[in-house]
């Protein structure tokens, strides 16, 4: 075996053969680190030894899931956790990684053999978080192994249900010449549990470390070879903990589970909508609108606030919590241009009650509601819901699946819907100049 030195960032994976103070990919700084990796012998491989097979003779198989006895969970993962799937895991430390692991062990049969493979904590540690979260009979094996050809070796031999390696940062190979955590071993590592997985049909989840930026840790390439990635955030500062899919080769993307952290571990928040409303006990309020956001498969009703005060500074603030900055300040130009609004001399602040995070176009108006409400001093009735996206010439367009998010605010009590292009409805806007109009309006 050959063996070279070769310079990867840290940040990004990018390569190269010598030392570079400044990464050309990702732009940081002494984010190179020297690594000794072998190059095998090249072998000649002969075309007739790759079999080709015509798609049409290919027989399809439906894939066998591991289920859960919560539907949410299922359906969070694609109609239960898909044998054979790798689940990439990441998270802020300390948001509960973790306890999440055990959570799921409470909810799969107890007749099932889960393997734990924890690098970063001790056997008395999580068996004490164990006996404080968990009520399971006991059908997980424990092991602090690290090295990840002897972690393959055992679960070819001993077939498990499903494995779990919290975190792919501790593990390592002793082919590769590095320390544990770098490029070169997360991707030698996670190259052997997606094999694993694949071949023996046994699903894997790997729990990843963030950077400082919020991203996961490691290359880039990762998160393209596994199957599912999640996100674990901490996203209202308190107990409550979201679960955010971002990637899911078997379900949909973008699929919310909210959860609250108790003493006792996670407890899942099934009717998310009805833990935001029962937050919002206020009646009529300036600067205030419910709205509703497409998470994945599910519609949930969401409260937009806004506060527009004078500025004291000659570039006025704008500040958003929740939404993209760019969003307000093209909204803000809107009203400027086709309300007469004179935003140019006030401070905006925009905020998502709860600090749920969301792209959805179909709150621009709810947001230009709201901006407009606390500007102009007019309040807005606690049983309205506004909806639909802000185009730049003032006009206000439909949204996607609007007639599934109007039946979820039926669903909890709310009369008025404001929206675009729907005369089914009780109301109807088509231009942002009516706003003044629609809001002044009170209900019957």
């Not at 790759?50 to 109609?79: H, K, M, V, Y």
């Not at 940062?169 to 996670?190: F, M, N, P, R």
């Not at 500040?319 to 935003?343: P, S, T, V, W």
């Not at 699946?401 to 005369?423: L, T, V």
């Amino acid at each position: 075996m050959k063996k070279k030195k070769r310079f990867v960032c840290k940040e990004c994976g990018y390569t190269v053969s010598s030392w570079i103070g400044k990464c050309p990919e990702c732009f940081s700084w002494n984010s190179f680190i020297e690594e000794v990796v072998e190059k095998p012998g090249t072998t000649e491989i002969l075309p007739q030894t790759i079999e080709l097979e015509r798609i049409q003779q290919i027989q399809t198989t439906a894939s066998q899931t591991l289920q859960t006895s919560n539907q949410p969970i299922n359906e969070f993962f694609g109609d239960g956790i898909v044998c054979g799937s790798v689940t990439l895991m990441a998270g802020e430390p300390g948001v509960g990684k973790s306890t999440f692991l055990l959570y799921l062990t409470e909810i799969i049969d107890p007749t099932k053999k889960i393997f734990y493979f924890s690098g970063e904590e001790s056997k008395n540690q999580i068996k004490k978080r164990f006996d404080r979260v968990s009520q399971s009979d006991g059908h997980i094996f424990l092991s602090c192994e690290t090295r990840a050809d002897q972690i393959v070796a055992l679960c070819k031999k001993e077939k498990p249900d499903l494995v779990f390696i919290d975190s792919v940062q501790t593990c390592y190979s002793e082919s590769v010449d590095s320390l544990a955590g770098t490029i070169s071993q997360i991707k030698h590592c996670s190259a052997q549990l997606i094999q694993l997985a694949k071949q023996n049909g046994i699903p894997v989840i790997i729990v990843g470390h963030v950077t400082k930026s919020g991203d996961i840790a490691g290359p880039k390439m990762v998160e393209h070879m596994v199957d599912v990635v999640i996100y674990f955030e901490n996203e209202y500062k308190n107990q409550y903990r979201v679960i955010r899919s971002i990637k899911n080769r078997y379900g949909s993307i973008d699929e919310l589970l909210v959860f609250e952290m108790t003493g006792k571990g996670l407890s899942l928040i099934e009717n998310i909508s009805q833990f935001f409303i029962e937050q919002n006990t206020e009646s009529d309020a300036m600067g205030k609108c419910k709205t509703v956001i497409l998470e994945g498969r599910h519609p949930l009703i969401i409260e937009v606030e806004a506060l527009v005060v004078p500025s004291t500074f000659p570039n006025p603030r704008r500040f958003a919590e929740g939404i993209d900055i760019k969003r307000i300040n093209r909204i803000a130009a809107i009203l400027n241009k086709h309300c007469g609004e004179n935003l140019n001399n006030y401070d905006i602040y925009v905020n998502i009650t709860g600090g749920i995070k969301t792209a959805d176009v179909g709150i621009d108006f709810a947001i230009a509601a709201a901006i407009f409400s606390s500007k102009n001093k007019i309040s807005i009735t606690s049983n309205t819901v506004i909806l639909g996206e802000l185009s730049l010439t003032g006009k206000i367009r439909p949204v996607y699946k609007q007639q599934q998010r109007y039946k979820e605010s039926q669903k909890f009590g709310f009369s008025q819907f404001i929206c675009p292009d729907a005369p089914q409805f009780k109301d109807k806007i088509e231009d942002i100049s009516q706003i003044k109009t629609l809001l002044s309006r009170k209900n019957s």
